[in-house]
């Protein structure tokens, strides 16, 4: 990708320190991992997402919602991280004031070279106890009891608490729970604190998660966003580069540093 605008947000990338980088769901789909909304296969095409994606329907099938979330687990495993994961860690490898803000459950950034990603909406990689909070192993992690049949893509009952015994649960987000706390706080003050907040493959749509490049240009940093099709955040952004952010952002960290390895 080439181009004026392309030029421009890479003198605005070369010129920041303290950057912050936002991903949503687009970008992990260009490494094959389903959108939340998209089309489920299986046995899972009977079923609504957002119909298991509750506290309710855990409390109400707790095997059903659990199993789901497995088959989600198993198939982030199976993807891979593509060239614009590995572009935004080399953008905190140049700047490492960088803060990498995620909407994503997978552990694709982390393999893409970003130790630490704030993440706004949980992980498919943090199971926790339904009741207490504690932190849970994943499943992976165990010894599975002898006899036990080798994962399959249906109703699998959760394990238990080692504290408690109560059922664990994914350390996901679910419909009609707050966002945690921690990394809310911790994505607004990036952002309140940021020089410049590149967007990336999210939609916009996804509140409160949606108004943190908001807060970046009320506060006056530039907004860069990568995206395909335009969304609602167009009309605040200081430069729009439309394309796949496997495409987009290497072309990106090369404009800002052409002496950059760019993944």
Known sequence: M??????E???????ARRPVVFTGA???????????RDAQTGLWQRYDPQELATP??????????????????????????????RAVAAI????PETVVITQNVDDLHERGGVPAPVRLHGSLFAPRCSACARPAPLPSDLPPPAGTPEPHDGPLTPPACA??????RPGVVWFGEALPSAALDAAVEAAAGCDLLLTVGTSALVHPAAEI??????????VVQVNPVPTPLDPICAVNLRGPAGEVLP?????????????
């Open 251 to 263: 072309g990106l960290v090369r404009a800002a540093w052409p002496d950059a390895d760019a993944g």
């Open 213 to 222: 490049p908001l807060v970046a240009a009320r506060l006056g940093a530039p």
């Open 56 to 85: 309710a329907a855990f409390r109400a099938d707790p095997a059903l919602v659990w199993g789901w979330y497995e088959a989600r687990r198993r198939g982030v495993r199976r993807a891979l991280p593509n060239p614009g994961h």
């Open 9 to 15: 947000a890479g003198r605005l990338l070369a010129a």
């Open 163 to 168: 504290g408690c015994g109560a059922p664990v």
């Open 92 to 95: 905190q490898a140049r700047l």
């Open 2 to 7: 080439t181009g004026p605008e392309l030029a």
């Open 26 to 36: 687009g970008m992990s789909a260009e490494s094959g991992v389903p959108t939340f």
